[in-house]
């Protein structure tokens, strides 16, 4: 199906809340993360290029700016409160506004391909935002239809953004051969080289979680090293897309721990957590800080430490107040099972934070 019909399409169901339900019902797919073969990209971009709209719409350099603008307002809402606030929102102005420029007629083959490029932006969004929220089959489709306009675009390093985005959800979901392939494609060729110094590290560092899940810890260490490398190179005044915005010391460490504790390197682990929540703005990444201290209470109890656990998740719950977010439910969900074994013991701290946590909760035990 066409690029922009199917995007219309998904969008149509995911705001219609009967169909949202039916497509959120279906199973993430395995079999979908296959990736196309080189000849697929050349393509999808030549597909871009000579794309036609007789009667359509005259589409400029102000309709761009204005995309680019939404899609920053949006991203960082995401950040702040979760990707289950204003998912809809995302879906409706992605899939009405953008898709009519999308069928426009652009001055110029630049502001074509830099207005698709902004449309996989949020599309991609639109994905990432429903993989914080739980919803993984939903994201897939966003992700998909995400590296599609990346393609129609010919934007390799937007291309290696979502792929890392899709490598992320395949490690969370417990896939880490298939997170593999998609992680080693996202630093493939044009997709790393012709990406900003700040983007690089993110796509490395995501490359370096997925070499780590699949035992391949020496090759995990150098390119860990290699992302810390490009993030150092990264200045003020850089041309790099507004999408990185969020990827600075906080990020790598985050990333970096996650790595070190899939090793089994628990002080290491600790040490990163720890970084990430001293170097991060809280209040403007409140989900993701939010979600880092789950995982440093998470480490800091498997080390025996859990006054010290106690009072790190403590922190998190104090945090999760107004965010929309699975990944925050999750990493609650954990911190119970971690303590279930300690609740019969009589200690104050963990009989205070159970009982947070079910409130948390809704009272799910």
Not at 182 to 191: C, E, H, I, K, N
Not at 234 to 249: K, S, T
Not at 297 to 307: D, F, I
């Amino acid at each position: 199906m066409d690029t922009l019909a199917a995007l219309t399409d998904l969008g149509r169901t995911d705001v219609d809340m009967d169909r949202r339900h039916a497509l959120a019902a279906t199973t993430y797919s395995v079999a979908a993360l296959a990736l196309p073969a080189s000849q697929w990209w050349t393509r999808m971009a030549e597909r871009g290029a000579d794309r036609t709209a007789p009667g359509a719409r005259s589409v400029g350099q102000g309709d761009l700016e204005a995309v680019r603008d939404m899609a920053s307002l949006f991203s960082r809402a995401d950040q702040r409160h979760g990707g289950g606030h204003a998912r809809t929102a995302v879906v409706q102005y992605l899939t009405s506004d953008v898709t009519g420029y999308l069928r426009g007629i652009f001055p110029d083959d630049r502001i074509r391909r830099s207005m698709f490029s902004t449309a996989g932006e949020l599309a991609y969004l639109a994905g990432w935002m429903a993989f914080d929220n739980g919803e993984h089959s939903v994201a897939q489709h966003y992700l998909t239809a995400a590296v599609k306009l990346a393609a129609e675009a010919d934007d390799p390093p937007l291309a290696g953004h979502i792929l890392r985005a899709m490598a992320h959800q395949a490690l969370d979901l417990g896939h880490p051969r298939q997170a593999l392939d998609l992680a080693a494609s996202s630093v493939d060729g044009r997709r790393y080289t012709l990406a900003s110094p700040r983007e690089r590290a993110l796509l490395g560092v995501v490359h370096a979680r997925a070499l780590a899940a699949t035992g391949r810890k020496q090759t995990a260490a150098a390119a860990l090293l290699r992302a810390e490398d490009d993030l150092a190179a990264a200045e003020p005044g850089d041309d790099e897309p507004g999408r990185v915005f969020f990827f600075g010391e906080a990020s790598l460490a985050h990333e970096t721990a996650c790595t070190l504790r899939d090793t089994g390197d628990l002080p290491a682990a600790a040490r990163e957590f720890r970084r990430s929540v001293r170097t991060r703005k809280a209040a403007a990444f409140a989900r993701t800080h939010a979600v880092t201290l789950g995982y440093l209470g998470n480490v800091q109890a498997r080390q025996g430490n859990l006054e010290e656990a106690c009072s790190t998740w403590s922190r998190a719950l104090d945090l999760m107040d107004g965010i929309h977010s699975n990944r925050t439910r999750q990493a609650v969900v954990d911190m119970r099972s971690v303590l279930s074994p300690f609740r019969s013991r009589g200690l104050r701290a963990v009989a205070e934070l159970d009982t947070r946590a079910t409130a948390f909760l809704g009272g799910k035990v």
